[in-house]
């Protein structure tokens, strides 16, 4: 299943110029209280922040909520490495009363409640389920909350995640990662041993001329037994034979696909679980009705083309007896559907839709449900990309607290979020009136959430804090924190506040951005200017977003300021602005990134001769580019970033972005415009000194990149340093290896010190 990959590629910022806007320092319900604040944030506080998410509250609306905290543990045979955990907490929705349920070194995840009724009728939740690793495959543990282990409910050889409770409790839904050959073999997902209806792209051979073989492997042998040889060679991995078109993964290539199947299990101990989908298709986000007969889920539109080749993806209903039967739900060619959310009273069924090959977004969409058949599709009018729809979940039939009733369509609420212009609020959509409200503060952002009839609990990122837990009531208001998991090391800790600004482009489009000061800023003196920029290009910046919180603070505390915007082509804005830089990486978005860049270098405090500028992904793209057209820069660092886009095409496995915004490089005049907007076409002109920095196993944008662009560049003999990380992909700067990542932050301001720092006389390397 191949789908739009236009938000891949994250890093890079900027815009500015007529400042109309500036924000003080944020009053969040996160920010406490401190003593002095002296201390500024180190390259070391990456390992303190801890990450709140997996927010479940309790179906028996009692006051309890689930929720995960992912933390950075040292490894006590390892100096200077760490590892990620993460572990359950039960909170008592009141402040500081959370309490681990999990605990050691193997994580726990994706908890969720299963809904049950006590032996008088009253609805009680006295059991979780969560994913915790066996022998390195996932698999589904069942906890009693009245005390006792854990046990593991599934032992499934190809690993269980994705837990979702049957209404009534008895069940559990799951999923599991099937590969092609386990799934040839596999006589429950394919009855017969049959092969897929798609072509298998093997010229010159059929599946049955491979599978219907009883050779025995020899070199010396016959057809046959040659062809059984170099089977065995692929088994063993000696060979990796690529025939499928999507073959590059994160890490490494991956020739083989796999497939995403849905079972039922009771629960209990012993039992054994049932496959509800078969073949060779993928079923996504498989979702119970309110009637425990039937799931809904997104697979392939067309089961009879190649995963790999198909765009469009279908929302279909599977009956929940095990008899393998699927109904479409919505379906249209050329769109793909997502995300399906169906009500808790089964009127209304929540999704996203959206163009299957196109720049932009899926759009939210709402449809009545009668059964399993949508009626009155439509989308709603709400020009952002909205994420982590829920609905407020339903109190268990008997139960009385907080006076909850019995939900009917006319008083449903659809919860989500969504980037907006620098934050990510969260909204509710009432589907009868069709009316949205924001009911979270602004510059924040929700990060996980979880509604019932009277609350919300969400985890909220700020830069008073950058993860807490709070709870407000279902309209916003009232607002409290309930756990701040950060709060000990932040204490004292010198932070630097954005301030907005608002830049009109060439094209009458309002460009943000923020400045972020030095901290510890003295009057009268003056410091470097670091142009940080985001990638994606969709990706969105702003006070709350989580993912730059430290890099952020971090080159403030060196002594840096800071400006950073959304240039056109960024999320959060709507389809037009995103689809502001179709045919044009370059150019305009330059434009709209510098003119913030001018606009922060008339800050009284900024030494214009001391300006840098960075990014990653398509934002290290964009770091090439303007260096190449533009030198007021004495330094600059290129991460992680695609500089010709037509190598691109067979360098990542976000190649979809070239025929997306370019067209492909055969297609009339597409060439000519694909140079036109590829860095490396400039590469004589780059006389800025030059880190470039690149994961090697990195297979979304591809470490050629990188390699291309250093080799020319000491061809040319121009400053240019390369740093390769070894075993590092794309997501190192949010999610790789903890001691590269803090290797990564030094090396950003080790090589701007060589050129803009205040280093002691004669001591400036050259």
């Given at each position: 299943m191949n789908r739009n990959l236009s938000l891949w590629l994250l890093l890079g910022l900027f815009g500015g110029q007529l400042a109309l806007a500036q924000t003080p320092p944020q009053s969040s319900s996160?920010?406490?209280?401190?003593?002095?604040?002296?201390?500024?944030?180190?390259?070391?506080?990456?390992?303190?922040?801890?990450?709140v998410g997996g927010i479940q509250l309790a179906p028996d609306g009692s006051s309890r909520a689930l929720y995960t905290l992912t933390t950075t543990e040292p490894q006590p045979d390892a100096p200077d490495e760490f590892d990620y955990r993460t572990h359950i907490y039960l909170s008592g929705l009141t402040p500081n009363s959370a309490v681990a349920l999990t605990r050691g070194t193997e994580s726990a995840r994706q908890p969720v409640w299963q809904p049950a009724k006590s032996a008088n009728g009253t609805a009680t939740s006295q059991q979780i389920a969560f994913v915790r690793n066996v022998k390195g495959k996932p698999q589904i543990f069942i906890m009693p909350l009245a005390g006792g282990e854990a046990y593991a409910l599934?032992?499934?050889?190809?690993?269980?995640?994705?837990?979702?409770?049957?209404?009534?409790?008895?069940?559990?839904?799951?999923?599991?990662?099937?590969?092609?050959?386990?799934?040839?073999?596999?006589?429950?997902?394919?009855?017969?041993?049959?092969?897929?209806?798609?072509?298998?792209?093997?010229?010159?051979?059929?599946?049955?001329?491979?599978?219907?073989?009883?050779?025995?492997?020899?070199?010396?042998?016959?057809?046959?037994?040659?062809?059984?040889?170099?089977?065995?060679?692929?088994?063993?991995?000696?060979?990796?034979?690529?025939?499928?078109?999507?073959?590059?993964?994160?890490?490494?290539?991956?020739?083989?696909?796999?497939?995403?199947?849905?079972?039922?299990?009771?629960?209990?101990?012993?039992?054994?679980?049932?496959?509800?989908?078969?073949?060779?298709?993928?079923?996504?986000?498989?979702?119970?009705?309110?009637?425990?007969?039937?799931?809904?889920?997104?697979?392939d539109r067309d089961p009879a083309q190649h995963p790999d080749r198909e765009y469009d993806s279908a929302i279909v209903a599977i009956s929940a007896d095990g008899s393998g039967t699927t109904t479409p739900v919505l379906?249209?060619?050329?769109?793909?559907?997502?995300?399906?959310?169906?009500?808790?009273?089964?009127?209304?069924?929540?999704?996203?839709?959206?163009?299957?090959?196109?720049?932009?977004?899926?759009?939210?969409?709402?449809?009545?449900?009668?059964?399993?058949?949508?009626?009155?599709?439509?989308?709603?009018?709400?020009?952002?990309?909205?994420g982590g729809m829920a609905w407020a979940t339903v109190a268990t039939a008997g139960q009385q607290r907080r006076g909850a009733k019995t939900t009917t369509p006319n008083d449903e609420g659809l919860y989500f979020t969504a980037p907006t212009n620098g934050d990510v609020p969260l909204y509710r959509l009432n589907p009868t009136t069709g009316t949205i409200d924001k009911l979270t503060a602004p510059e924040r952002g929700i990060t996980a959430f979880a509604a019932d009839q009277n609350w919300l609990v969400y985890a909220t990122t700020a830069v008073a804090d950058p993860s807490a837990l709070e709870m407000a009531a279902v309209s916003g208001k009232n607002a409290q924190v309930l756990e701040q998991p950060n709060a000990g090391w932040l204490t004292g800790k010198v932070l630097s506040y954005p301030e907005k600004r608002v830049y009109t482009n060439s094209k009458g489009q309002a460009i943000d951005y923020w400045i972020m000061k030095p901290a510890g800023l003295q009057a009268g003196k003056t410091y470097p200017l670091v142009l940080n920029m985001h990638g994606g290009p969709t990706a969105m910046w702003g006070p709350g977003e989580v993912s730059m919180w430290h890099e952020l603070q971090y080159l403030c505390a060196q002594g840096y300021g800071v400006v950073y915007a959304n240039p056109r082509g960024s999320g959060g804005y709507g389809q037009a602005f995103q689809r502001a830089n179709v045919r044009d990486w370059g150019t305009g978005p330059a434009e709209d990134v510098l003119a913030a860049a001018t606009a922060a270098a008339r800050e009284a405090w900024v030494d214009t001769t001391r300006q840098v500028i960075t990014g990653g992904s398509y934002a290290g793209y964009l770091t090439a580019w303007i260096v190449a057209h533009?030198?007021?820069?004495?330094?600059?660092?290129?991460?992680?970033?695609?500089?010709?886009?037509?190598?691109?095409?067979?360098?990542?496995?976000?190649?979809?972005?070239?025929?997306?915004?370019?067209?492909?490089?055969?297609?009339?005049?597409?060439?000519?415009?694909?140079?036109?907007?590829?860095?490396?076409?400039?590469?004589?002109?780059?006389?800025?000194?030059?880190?470039?920095?690149?994961?090697?196993?990195?297979?979304?944008?591809?470490?050629?990149?990188?390699?291309?662009?250093?080799?020319?560049?000491?061809?040319?003999?121009?400053?240019?340093?390369?740093?390769?990380?070894?075993?590092?992909?794309?997501?190192?700067?949010?999610?790789?290896?903890?001691?590269?990542?803090?290797?990564?932050?030094?090396?950003?301001?080790?090589?701007?010190?060589?050129?803009?720092?205040?280093?002691?006389?004669?001591?400036?390397?050259?």
């Open positions: 996160t920010a406490r209280p401190l003593s002095v604040k002296t201390a500024k944030v180190l390259v070391t506080d990456l390992t303190r922040i801890k990450q599934t032992n499934v050889p190809y690993g269980a995640t994705n837990p979702v409770f049957s209404p009534d409790g008895k069940r559990l839904l799951f999923t599991a990662n099937v590969t092609f050959a386990e799934l040839q073999a596999d006589t429950l997902l394919n009855p017969g041993k049959r092969g897929p209806l798609w072509s298998i792209e093997k010229p010159g051979l059929s599946l049955s001329a491979l599978t219907g073989s009883t050779a025995k492997p020899n070199p010396d042998g016959s057809l046959a037994e040659v062809r059984a040889y170099l089977t065995k060679d692929e088994t063993d991995k000696k060979a990796k034979v690529i025939t499928r078109m999507n073959f590059q993964g994160e890490a490494t290539t991956e020739p083989m696909l796999s497939f995403q199947h849905v079972y039922v299990i009771d629960v209990r101990e012993g039992a054994t679980p049932r496959p509800l989908t078969r073949g060779f298709a993928s079923y996504l986000a498989p979702v119970w009705l309110p009637n425990g007969q039937t799931i809904l889920a997104v697979t379906s249209e060619a050329g769109k793909s559907f997502g995300n399906p959310t169906p009500s808790p009273s089964g009127a209304w069924l929540a999704y996203s839709v959206g163009q299957s090959r196109d720049v932009g977004f899926a759009q939210l969409g709402l449809a009545t449900l009668n059964g399993t058949t949508a009626t009155n599709p439509k989308q709603v009018a709400f020009d952002r990309a909205a533009d030198n007021r820069f004495k330094a600059a660092f290129a991460q992680r970033g695609v500089y010709d886009l037509t190598t691109f095409m067979g360098e990542g496995n976000a190649y979809n972005l070239v025929p997306n915004y370019f067209g492909y490089p055969w297609d009339a005049g597409a060439k000519a415009i694909l140079d036109a907007n590829s860095p490396y076409s400039f590469v004589q002109n780059i006389k800025t000194p030059l880190l470039i920095k690149h994961g090697e196993n990195d297979l979304r944008t591809g470490i050629i990149q990188s390699e291309m662009m250093y080799k020319s560049l000491k061809i040319l003999n121009r400053p240019v340093e390369y740093v390769r990380m070894p075993g590092a992909t794309h997501e190192l700067s949010r999610s790789g290896n903890v001691r590269q990542r803090i290797d990564r932050l030094l090396r950003i301001w080790e090589f701007f010190e060589r050129f803009v720092g205040d280093p002691a006389p004669n001591a400036r390397v050259k």
